[in-house]
């Protein structure tokens, strides 16, 4: 076993700060942005060192919500899209052909934990993961740097890469930004993400932030250096600079100039408010190009993705769906139901009712006829019960964005947001329901140009 | 009560017929078993065991799509957890055709069930049975499951066919009294049950009875035997043994119905052994565990017909580091979904990342391989060839399952036997390991040198460099 050398090594890069706060020089390569490729779609943006072309279909008339298709290099993928997560190179006991069958045709992998097992050597000696896994739609790849800071809690961010100890023997070791391209190049990903520095949101170290996020700049264009395939594999770069919005449109502008095909904004999903989010979120769609796909990384509860989509992001993950599912609880359009509490133990209702997935669609119809006490009877006992839950979680989130998507191009958003929060948080009365219901000025018509609009601000919360 | 036995010889939903047979009295035999409404299963074949009614690792849809199997066998202990009464399966809403066991665990209908008290395998209990009651496992704990109760559960839950309650000895070698009571028990426990069958229930909807005949030598229980073959043949759909050798010299009248075994072959010869002596069904629980463990079984019957000195291995181990880039199917001739879709590679992967698609897709080749295994078995019987066929078999293929060097999946309450106290953990902690890496932290801190053997892998492995 070999390690493959990342094409250009740190040290040559990292010399002293090639940041400076306006003179952002991209690769020439990069600069040039062709729309004549997509003469037919005027909204159709591509870049020549780009892998994938983002045609937006239509924009609601009183939000930032917008439906649009993705095409990838296995197939396009219609968005907004919700992409579960599949560690390790399987959805928690879904075989890919199951995978499938929840409508899934963008699923993530982790590099980390692929860097670890199988390992770099034997992805490339197999020819990348989607051969690994059977799997012939599209795989994003995070950078690993994510894991390397919330598995690894003795990991140490320095201007080179991660140092964290080998959590075999303790040795101090390294993670660069190219060494993530070079990993996520093996893995052979349709989207792969820059090594960005991560810090919690919620961090009152004010310099920090603004360190991770200029870090994260240079990073970028480590990773745009050393990424050995930019015509089949999509780079996309990862927004930070925490709860402060200025430092998210300083960082904005900055990786928008680096012109990847696709923009993600990090950091967040890490326990800030959620009116603190949704601020995030909207400051960087309202400076962010609109042809490009916008990804939030992180989030996975169906309320979140509905704000972030009023909001103007495009693309989501989150292991939440697939792992609450391994404890039980199912996602249903009423709320989570937890089918380990006794008082499903004789419901022999469909997980959902009326859900479509083939656990809940009866046997007449060609589904398996799953009721709560089978899952009741199942879950934590024997792994397919897990299988049964994690499917109907999959497809309960990926039909929802389907719902969302023809809300979106029937211009009936506003509506579809309102009836969601009103089903969804049905007979409960938490007083962040309150904080969700903030979300309606989103949704109001706007009165002066939304972009100067910020959605949610205190006087409104007040009003409500 | 045997005034009208020939009239009561078939069961209305269930028959079966002896196709081919080598001898009239002991032997291999091809058989077909039919219930209404389903496909003729082709006997000898494998029964699916199941854990709290599913197969363990295959999902209902996977169960359907990618496997064949035509019959599971469920237990009643899994359904039980305090107490049997109130259990929830008992309340499954059903309508008159239907079976609330099948509703319960959301079966195929074209699936034959089979429910018997216990689970293949059993796990002794500490507790002995009783002359009402044997003892059960449930998952939260040993239990006593009255034979009343458990006739009630029969006729409520409606399996296509109930196996009766045997008094099955399973601590040591039992005393000639012992066994004088478990073939006394037995015997009287089937007929509370024939006479229960016959008060209470139309024809139509009450099941099968296969009865079951304890693991003693049939001269110690002749008298059972007897009275099955006399008195309660008209009842009996088949007959459940827990042991082969049951099979040799049974009373002629008993002959022509299906036999299932309970017994626990523990390699695919024990199997041919039990199919020789006229086995039609076999609960093969050797399948899960090789599952379990990583193995991929590769035997075909009778074998490959070609000059090899040394027996082969019945099974691939495939947590072995030489199947890590292998993009060759499990074995090589296997058409199942996980061998045309994917690859020993991404299997020994599973198995390394404890990913829980590992054993779903070997439950599926290792399933597959069994189908073959017995289409061939039945064709070699219908031939005549059968016993040359074993003999080929015998000399081609190791004696021995694979040794087990993976950990399986998590091991559960009902699954193992508690020895007493002092016992070392069943399962290893998952999530202790960073307090080695911790205290490494803080040697690393005050300058004491680490070992580097295995972050010298990891940089092999290209996820970072050494520093």
């Known amino acids: 076993m070999r390690c493959r050398k990342p094409a250009i090594s740190f040290r040559r890069i990292s010399r002293p700060s090639?940041?400076?706060?306006?003179?952002?020089?991209?690769?020439?390569?990069?600069?040039?942005?062709?729309?004549?490729?997509?003469?037919?779609?005027?909204?159709?943006?591509?870049?020549?060192?780009?892998?994938?072309?983002?045609?937006?279909?239509?924009?609601?008339?009183?939000?930032?919500?917008?439906?649009?298709?993705?095409?990838?290099?296995?197939?396009?993928?219609?968005?907004?899209?919700?992409?579960?997560?599949?560690?390790?190179?399987?959805?928690?006991?879904?075989?890919a052909e199951q995978l499938e069958e929840t409508g899934c045709r963008l699923c993530l992998n982790n590099t980390y934990h692929l860097g670890l097992k199988p390992g770099q050597a034997v992805l490339d000696a197999i020819g990348g993961a989607h051969k690994l896994q059977g799997w012939n739609y599209n795989i994003l790849t995070d950078s690993g740097g994510f894991q390397m800071v919330s598995l690894l809690k003795l990991a140490k961010v320095t201007e080179e890469g991660v140092r964290f100890l080998s959590p075999h023997d303790g040795s101090p070791m390294l993670l660069t930004p190219e060494h993530s391209m070079s990993l996520q190049n093996s893995i052979g990903s349709d989207i792969i993400m820059q090594l960005d520095d991560v810090i919690q949101t919620t961090s009152p170290d004010h310099e920090r932030m603004k360190e991770a996020m200029e870090r994260s700049i240079r990073w970028l264009d480590r990773c745009i250096a050393s990424h050995q395939y930019p015509q089949k594999q999509n780079l996309f770069c990862i927004?930070?600079?925490?709860?402060?919005?200025?430092?998210?449109?300083?960082?904005?502008?900055?990786?928008?100039?680096?012109?990847?095909?696709?923009?993600?904004?990090?950091?967040?999903?890490?326990?800030?408010?959620?009116?603190?989010?949704?601020?995030?979120?909207?400051?960087?769609?309202?400076?962010?190009?609109?042809?490009?796909?916008?990804?939030?990384?992180?989030?996975?509860?169906?309320?979140?993705?509905?704000?972030?989509?009023?909001?103007?992001?495009?693309?989501?993950?989150?292991?939440?769906?697939?792992?609450?599912?391994?404890?039980?609880?199912?996602?249903?359009?009423?709320?989570?139901?937890?089918?380990?509490?006794?008082?499903?133990?004789?419901?022999?209702?469909?997980?959902?009712?009326?859900?479509?997935?083939?656990?809940?669609?009866?046997?007449?119809?060609?589904?398996?006829?799953?009721?709560?006490?089978?899952?009741?009877?199942?879950?934590?006992?024997?792994?397919?019960?897990?299988?049964?839950l994690t499917m109907h979680n999959v497809h309960h989130l990926l039909s929802l964005m389907r719902m969302v998507r023809n809300a979106i191009i029937e211009d009936r958003f506003p509506q579809f947001v309102q009836e969601f929060f009103t089903k969804y948080f049905k007979a409960r009365r938490h007083n962040w329901l309150k904080q969700i219901m903030l979300m309606r000025p989103a949704c109001l018509p706007k009165t002066t140009p939304a972009r100067n609009v910020m959605p949610i601000t205190r006087d409104l919360l007040e009003a409500i | 009560m045997e005034q009208d036995s020939a009239a009561h010889q078939q069961h209305p939903m269930l028959s079966f017929s002896v196709a081919y047979a080598k001898s009239s009295t002991v032997g291999p035999r091809v058989g077909r078993l039919t219930r209404v409404g389903q496909k003729a299963i082709k006997t000898p074949h494998y029964v699916a065991t199941t854990s709290r009614g599913v197969v363990p690792h295959i999902s209902h849809d996977t169960l359907q799509k990618h496997t064949a199997v035509s019959s599971i066998y469920l237990a009643l202990e899994d359904f039980i957890e305090k107490r049997i009464t109130g259990a929830p399966i008992f309340k499954t809403p059903a309508k008159d055709s239907e079976s609330p066991l099948r509703n319960y665990v959301a079966a195929q209908d074209d699936v034959l069930s089979i429910l018997g008290p216990r689970r293949v395998p059993a796990l002794p209990c500490p507790v002995h049975n009783t002359g009402s009651a044997i003892s059960i496992c449930t998952s939260v704990g040993f239990s006593q499951l009255k034979v009343d109760e458990y006739h009630d559960a029969l006729r409520t839950l409606r399996p296509d066919i109930a196996i009766t309650m045997a008094d099955v000895v399973m601590h040591g070698t039992?005393?000639?009294?012992?066994?004088?009571?478990?073939?006394?028990?037995?015997?009287?426990?089937?007929?509370?049950?024939?006479?229960?069958?016959?008060?209470?229930?139309?024809?139509?909807?009450?099941?099968?009875?296969?009865a079951a005949i304890p693991p003693i030598a049939n001269v110690q229980q002749s008298l059972y035997l007897q009275d099955l073959a006399e008195e309660y043949r008209y009842m009996l759909s088949g007959l459940a043994i827990y042991s082969s050798t049951t099979a040799v010299d049974l009373p002629q009248a008993l002959f022509d119905l299906p036999r299932m075994s309970l017994s626990e072959p523990g390699s695919p010869h024990s199997i041919l052994k039990d199919v020789a002596l006229g086995v039609d069904l076999l609960c093969i629980p050797f399948i899960g565990f090789a599952s379990d463990h990583g193995i991929a079984l590769v035997f075909e019957f009778p074998g490959p017909d070609v000059a090899i000195d040394e027996p082969q291995h019945l099974g691939v181990d495939l947590w072995s580091i030489?199947?890590?880039?292998?993009?060759?199917?499990?074995?090589?001739?296997?058409?199942?979904?996980?061998?045309?879709?994917?690859?020993?590679?991404?299997?020994?992967?599973?198995?390394?990342?404890?990913?829980?698609?590992?054993?779903?897709?070997?439950?599926?080749?290792?399933?597959?391989?069994?189908?073959?295994?017995?289409?061939?078995?039945?064709?070699?019987?219908?031939?005549?060839?059968?016993?040359?066929?074993?003999?080929?078999?015998?000399?081609?293929?190791?004696?021995?399952?694979?040794?087990?060097?993976?950990?399986?999946?998590?091991?559960?309450?009902?699954?193992?036997?508690?020895?007493?106290?002092?016992?070392?953990?069943?399962?290893?902690?998952?999530?202790?390991?960073?307090?080695?890496?911790?205290?490494?932290?803080?040697?690393?801190?005050?300058?004491?040198?680490?070992?580097?053997?295995d972050s010298k892998q990891l940089e092999d492995q290209g996820i970072a460099e050494r520093v």
């Not at chain 1, 649009?68 to 599949?86: N, R």
């Not at chain 2, 069943?426 to 070992?451: C, H, I, P, Y």
């Open chain 1, 18 to 95: 090639c940041y400076q706060s306006h003179s952002f020089h991209t690769a020439s390569t990069r600069a040039e942005t062709s729309v004549d490729e997509q003469a037919s779609s005027p909204m159709s943006v591509s870049s020549h060192s780009s892998a994938l072309v983002f045609e937006l279909k239509a924009r609601c008339s009183t939000t930032q919500a917008r439906a649009s298709i993705l095409h990838l290099p296995h197939g396009s993928v219609e968005l907004p899209i919700f992409m579960p997560v599949a560690t390790q190179a399987s959805l928690k006991g879904l075989t």
């Open chain 1, 239 to 388: 927004i930070q600079g925490g709860l402060d919005l200025k430092l998210r449109r300083q960082c904005c502008e900055a990786m928008v100039l680096r012109d990847t095909p696709g923009i993600a904004i990090g950091g967040l999903s890490g326990g800030e408010a959620k009116d603190d989010f949704c601020k995030v979120v909207h400051a960087c769609t309202e400076v962010l190009p609109e042809g490009k796909p916008r990804y939030v990384m992180g989030i996975g509860y169906p309320e979140d993705l509905i704000v972030a989509i009023a909001l103007g992001a495009d693309m989501f993950d989150c292991v939440w769906p697939t792992r609450t599912a391994r404890f039980g609880n199912a996602i249903t359009s009423t709320g989570v139901l937890n089918l380990k509490h006794a008082s499903y133990s004789e419901d022999f209702s469909p997980i959902e009712p009326g859900c479509g997935c083939s656990c809940c669609r009866p046997k007449e119809v060609g589904g398996m006829g799953i009721s709560r006490a089978l899952i009741y009877h199942l879950a934590a006992k024997e792994t397919a019960g897990a299988h049964l």
């Open chain 2, 174 to 210: 039992a005393s000639v009294k012992r066994i004088e009571k478990s073939a006394d028990r037995t015997h009287a426990w089937l007929r509370d049950a024939c006479e229960q069958f016959t008060a209470h229930e139309k024809s139509s909807s009450k099941p099968a009875i296969f």
């Open chain 2, 322 to 453: 030489e199947n890590e880039a292998s993009l060759l199917p499990l074995s090589p001739h296997c058409d199942c979904f996980t061998c045309t879709r994917h690859h020993k590679a991404y299997v020994h992967h599973l198995l390394q990342a404890r990913e829980m698609l590992a054993w779903t897709l070997l439950q599926i080749h290792n399933l597959s391989t069994m189908d073959r295994f017995f289409d061939a078995c039945r064709k070699s019987i219908a031939n005549g060839s059968f016993e040359e066929d074993v003999e080929l078999f015998t000399r081609r293929y190791e004696t021995d399952m694979p040794a087990k060097t993976g950990s399986g999946p998590r091991i559960r309450g009902y699954q193992i036997k508690s020895s007493g106290g002092g016992e070392a953990r069943k399962n290893e902690k998952a999530w202790d390991r960073f307090d080695g890496v911790a205290q490494q932290m803080a040697e690393a801190e005050s300058g004491l040198a680490t070992a580097e053997v």
